[in-house]
């Protein structure tokens, strides 16, 4: 990636924050962010990854508050067991847990879900939510993949194939489990180069970010074409937060940050704020086998158009696949 595409990607992304920063403070001066109706959800379970801190906890707080059993997948065992041991107190839930899953790595996923299979537990919402943001220098996981596609994307998409089963399972007609991963406004600014997914090529700590998220939503619909040609009881959605005020700006140019120190309380949402998209599509009755749509607040909104594009989302799936060493549901082979 040359300097000057690089340098187009940040501010691309930076203009698209903005836009979403605008918006909010408007509707924060018109009355403030919807709450999501949800009825109490006893004896349903939820996974959420990256439970640990900022709008994931948020969003595992309000699904044990409904009284859903709460899985927090993360990869900081002490932050892990200190979100549990606080969620258990606010919430009096008891059946709040933390259990290990680095996204960076394969073979952690891969143990978490044969650990979380072992207990024959169903599994009604996944929330697809961890992720790092703009990381300076091109980083790897364990696998080699570059750490935003690997992190935000591939981990997500491999662990959501290893829980399909399960997931499968534990819907029915009527009750839907749930799959929602979570993106961002980024996604309309980004760019999938599908023959450069790793950012081997240059890298760019804003175009890579963008990327993952573009890929989260092509991921979404083509897993819902998926569901629904094989009339799955599970529902795929998509939830953009907003601009939430979290540690995932740690890596964010010194301007925004001081923006989000003296300013944030106002310019943007609270991480519980931020997490009413993520609980409204995981559990709202309104949404009932409304997969394949994108979240943002409490309502639907568009993607960007190159995100309906059946092609490019097949070519995606495709490549993650291989690149995941998982089988294609849609063909049960795994892609040369
Ligand atoms: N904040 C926003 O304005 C905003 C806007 C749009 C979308 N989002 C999206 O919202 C999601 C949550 O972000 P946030 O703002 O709540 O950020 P955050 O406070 O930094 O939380 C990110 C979470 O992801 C976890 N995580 C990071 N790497 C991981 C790994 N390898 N394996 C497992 N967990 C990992 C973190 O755990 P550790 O810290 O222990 O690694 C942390 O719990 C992200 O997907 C983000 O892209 C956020």
Redesign the pocket.
């Known amino acids: 990636m040359s300097p000057w595409s690089a340098a187009r990607a940040a501010l691309r992304v930076y203009a698209a924050g903005a836009a979403v920063i605008l918006a909010q403070l408007l509707r924060r001066l018109l009355g403030g962010f919807a709450e999501p109706v949800c009825a109490r959800q006893p004896g349903r379970v939820a996974i959420v ?8 906890l948020a969003t595992c707080r309000r699904l044990a508050l409904l009284g859903m059993r709460v899985i927090i ?4 065992v002490t ?1 892990g067991h200190q979100a549990e041991r606080s969620l258990r107190a606010e919430t009096g839930n008891p059946e709040v847990e933390f259990s290990y ?4 790595s394969m073979r952690s996923i891969r143990e978490f879900v044969l650990k979380f299979k072992e207990r024959n537990l169903p599994v009604h919402v996944l929330v697809n ?5 703009m990381v300076p220098e091109r980083q790897e996981t364990a696998d080699g993949f570059e750490q935003h596609f690997g ?2 994307y591939l981990g997500h998409f491999l662990l959501t194939l290893l829980l399909l089963d399960t997931l499968e399972r534990s819907g029915r007609p009527g009750a839907h489990a749930r799959v929602v991963s ?3 406004a980024t996604h309309y600014v980004g760019e999938l180069a599908l023959d450069d997914l790793q950012s081997r090529n240059g890298y760019s700590p804003h175009a890579a970010y963008a990327q993952s ?1 573009l890929a989260l939503v092509l991921f979404t619909y083509h897993l819902q074409a998926l569901l629904d040609a094989r009339g799955s009881p599970v529902s795929a959605l998509v939830a ?5 005020d ?3 700006y740690r890596h964010v140019f010194w301007g925004t940050r001081l923006v989000q120190k003296l300013l944030g309380r106002w310019l943007f949402k609270t ?1 519980d704020e ?1 997490a009413r998209t993520s609980v409204f599509a995981a559990l709202a009755p309104e949404l009932e086998g409304a997969g394949g749509r994108y979240l943002y607040g409490v309502r639907e909104a568009r993607s960007l158009a190159l995100t309906y594009d059946r092609q490019l989302q097949r070519a995606l799936w495709a490549q993650s696949c291989r690149l995941a060493r998982v089988r294609d549901p849609a063909t049960d082979s795994i892609p040369e």
């Open positions: 990854t990256g439970g640990t801190e900022g709008i994931g997948a993360g990869n900081d932050k899953c680095d996204l960076a939510n961890a992720g790092v943001m992190v935000n979570v993106s961002s998220k953009d937060p907003g601009v939430v979290t540690a995932l991480p931020g």
